[in-house]
């Protein structure tokens, strides 16, 4: 298909893999538009072009103007784009998924649907937090106590490692303003971190709403996957950046985040651990030579695009 400059779409084969983008992009007080394939930033200090297929997440901060051909763009590149608030994040749109197969979906409404998969999928998840012990039989409830102890306890290592005093994660989404300035960095960290699960969810064709840890909610499976990450990159750079009494923490956060995820492979190991997570430990990469088939509940699934006839009848 083509778009309204006569170019071709670019099928999805053709668009860089999640895992070979960059992390994310933040930009505020400014208007987005396109040039061919590149978006184009323009801001009180000229105009910046960035290549729409190499970016994972798009943030708009305040003051942000975006043209319709730079948001067709945007989606057709497959990027999550997400408004914040002056420091808050509000998501509110995203480009199609990076596959055109349903594989990893099914599995996941599989696994959340069935409680023995269920608390399965679940118990990974901290398993991958506990890499040198062994939490295959604890309960539910015991998970979740020792992941509390967890958090509590690297609070408070960062909390003497950098001579900052701290009681508690307290924050209000609506007056950023109101928490310390290590909750104002995790914050700001957090938001980053949503929003890159979040892209790398959509992007593997996954839903975020349905979680194993956390439940209910239209994000649950982005918690899910944030909080694989938190204790290794969003609370030690909050505490590191706090302790150096920046002015504006929000912007020096989220440049700290972008060296430090690309340092550590970090969309590479989110495309793992969630493919890892979904097939009980056991992913293998397939060719999928067909995306759309017919439900039959005797032979399995069938091929879509033929007419098919009652037994007997020879039409």
Wanted: net charge neutral; proline share 3%; hydrophobic share 35%.
């Amino acid at each position: 298909m083509k778009n309204k400059e006569g170019r071709e779409k670019p099928g999805i084969s053709s668009l860089p893999r999640m895992q070979d983008r960059m992390t994310f992009i933040y930009l505020e007080r400014c208007k987005i538009s396109r040039d061919n394939t590149t978006i184009t930033v323009k801001d009180e200090s000229g105009v910046t072009y960035i290549p729409a297929a190499a970016i994972s997440v798009l943030l708009l901060g305040p003051g942000t103007n975006a043209t319709h051909r730079a948001m067709e763009l945007i989606s057709d590149m497959g990027v999550t784009i997400i408004w914040t608030g002056e420091h808050g994040v509000r998501f509110y749109a995203y480009g199609r998924a990076l596959t055109n197969h349903a594989t990893l979906l099914l599995k996941q409404a599989q696994m959340v649907s069935n409680e023995k998969k269920h608390i399965q999928v679940a118990r990974m998840m901290y398993q991958l937090r506990f890499p040198n012990e062994d939490v295959s039989k604890l309960t539910m409830q015991q998970l979740r106590g020792r992941e509390g102890s967890r958090i509590r306890r690297i609070y408070r290592e960062q909390s003497e490692k950098w001579n900052i005093s701290w009681t508690k994660r307290n924050y209000c989404p609506d007056d950023y303003e109101s928490g310390d300035p290590v909750n104002q960095a995790l914050s700001a960290g957090n938001a980053c971190l949503y929003g890159l699960a979040h892209a790398v969810i959509c992007a593997l064709g996954c839903s975020p709403g349905l979680g194993f840890v956390h439940v209910g909610h239209e994000l649950s499976f982005v918690y899910d996957i944030a909080d694989l990450y938190k204790a290794e990159t969003t609370i030690p750079i909050a505490f590191e950046i706090a302790a150096d009494k920046v002015e504006d923490i929000g912007s020096v956060v989220r440049r700290r985040l972008r060296e430090e995820w690309k340092k550590g492979h970090i969309l590479d190991r989110m495309v793992h651990d969630i493919k890892f997570l979904l097939s009980d430990g056991q992913w293998q990469e397939e060719d999928y030579k067909s995306t759309v088939y017919l439900w039959d509940n005797i032979q399995g699934e069938l091929e879509h695009g033929i007419s098919y006839t009652e037994a007997g009848d020879e039409g």
